[in-house]
């Protein structure tokens, strides 16, 4: 005491003091500390931020979430421009079988691609068991299977479960593709694509067909209802049409480990590339000219190049339920990738006279010629 009051006149202001500066110190350590850091599992639970004393739940609300089937990764020595997720129904079977007709593991290597299927459990399925799948991937090791039961509502999972694999076995790509199994696109035009993008390797981005403006749906009558407990603003965030977008594997890792401890929202891409794109300030490149908003237009397109021989100015769209249509699709624009076909005057758009299947009811379908839009 002697000795403090000789160097500390006043010891309880003194006391004061470094009790102030403790605390400061303290806190801007809990603040640093802090910065950046995401529990990197995939388990749910409630989770004890220590830092912080905030409790946040992690959103995978699956038991031991684990793979059941697990897709070859990408090979370290093998140059891969870019690895193409694409979610598919346990069930699809035709369709990832049309995707693999058009391209297959080999043909798409040529061009520095590499492609994997997202799947779910579905035990219940009528046609497709899953000994079945697992011999699937047994011959083409292209399938990614989580341990949770395909449904509308758990494509969130899903979609997460890809960037997540992507972001963890195919780290050295330059981009990511999100597809889905339905979508249709021309395969051999896509470096080109990827190259046009000009996006600095370090920048997180999403390029998509960019949705603004959209209003949350409060009619329980409509597909897309959401009540307010799942989403409380009236407007989503910018984001891309989860049908086909572009990233890298920076922004997939931030983004899946961000939906780790963010609420699990069920409507997929607005969720990935809006909601947590959003926090993460990640930044959106429209490329919507590129894309065909109807398969009426896919057929059309594929129409004018077998009769017309013209060129095919769209590179993605719906195939409208055909699953062969990707396939046939491919089969045809590969006539115009060698440069045999002409150049439209009017973009597709404008000319197509797309042939709409209109069900009356009763007896035969009645095809009806119409102008769209
Ligand atoms: C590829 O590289 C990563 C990191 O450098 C390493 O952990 C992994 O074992 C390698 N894989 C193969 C198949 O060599
Ligand atoms: C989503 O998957 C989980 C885990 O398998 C399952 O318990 C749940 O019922 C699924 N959701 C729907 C809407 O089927
Ligand atoms: C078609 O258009 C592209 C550019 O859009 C051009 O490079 C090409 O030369 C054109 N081909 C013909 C046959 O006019």
């Not at 599992?41 to 684990?66: Q, S, V």
């Not at 129904?89 to 997202?118: C, H, P, W």
């Not at 890298?248 to 983004?255: F, Q, R, V």
Request: net charge positive.
């Amino acid at each position: 005491m002697k000795i403090m009051e000789m160097f500390f006149p006043r010891p309880r202001l003194a006391a004061a003091l470094l009790g102030i500066l403790t605390t400061l110190i303290v806190l801007y350590l809990l603040n640093t500390s802090n910065k950046d850091v995401y529990i990197n599992i995939l388990e749910p639970g409630t989770y004890r931020n220590n830092d912080k004393n905030i409790k946040f739940e992690i959103f995978f609300d699956i038991k031991n979430f684990h793979y059941i089937l697990n897709a070859r990764k990408c090979e370290n020595n093998t140059k891969i421009n870019a690895l193409i997720i694409v979610t598919s129904y346990f069930g699809n079977v035709e369709t990832r079988s049309a995707m693999r007709r058009a391209f297959s593991e080999e043909d798409l290597k040529q061009i520095n691609l590499k492609r994997v299927f997202l799947l779910g459990v579905a035990p219940s399925d009528q046609y497709t068991r899953q000994v079945s799948v697992q011999n699937e991937n047994k011959r083409f090791g292209d399938i990614i299977q989580g341990n949770f039961i395909e449904a509308y509502r758990n494509l969130t999972y899903k979609h997460v479960m890809g960037l997540r694999w992507a972001a963890q076995n195919c780290f050295n790509v330059d981009f990511i593709i999100k597809m889905d199994d339905d979508t249709v696109v021309n395969v051999e035009q896509l470096p080109k694509l990827l190259k046009s993008l000009k996006t600095p390797k370090s920048q997180n981005f999403i390029a998509g067909y960019v949705l603004r403006n959209m209003l949350a749906i409060r009619e329980p009558a409509n597909k897309w209802y959401v009540t307010q407990d799942e989403y409380s603003l009236p407007m989503y965030p910018t984001f891309v049409s989860g049908w086909f977008y572009i990233t890298n594997p920076n922004t997939a890792e931030k983004i899946y480990k961000l939906s780790q401890i963010t609420k699990y929202f069920w409507i997929d891409d607005t969720f990935v590339s809006g909601i947590l794109a959003q926090k993460l300030k990640v930044k959106h490149y429209d490329i919507s000219k590129y894309y065909a908003e109807h398969s009426e237009y896919m057929e059309c397109c594929l129409d004018d190049i077998r009769s017309k021989n013209l060129n095919c100015d769209v590179l993605v769209g719906p195939n409208g339920g055909n699953n062969n249509l990707f396939y046939e699709f491919n089969n045809a624009v590969g006539i115009c990738n060698l440069h045999l076909c002409k150049n439209r005057t009017k973009p597709l758009k404008e000319t197509c006279v797309a042939k709409k299947f209109v069900h009356l009811g009763r007896g035969k379908p009645q095809v009806h010629n119409y102008k769209l839009h």
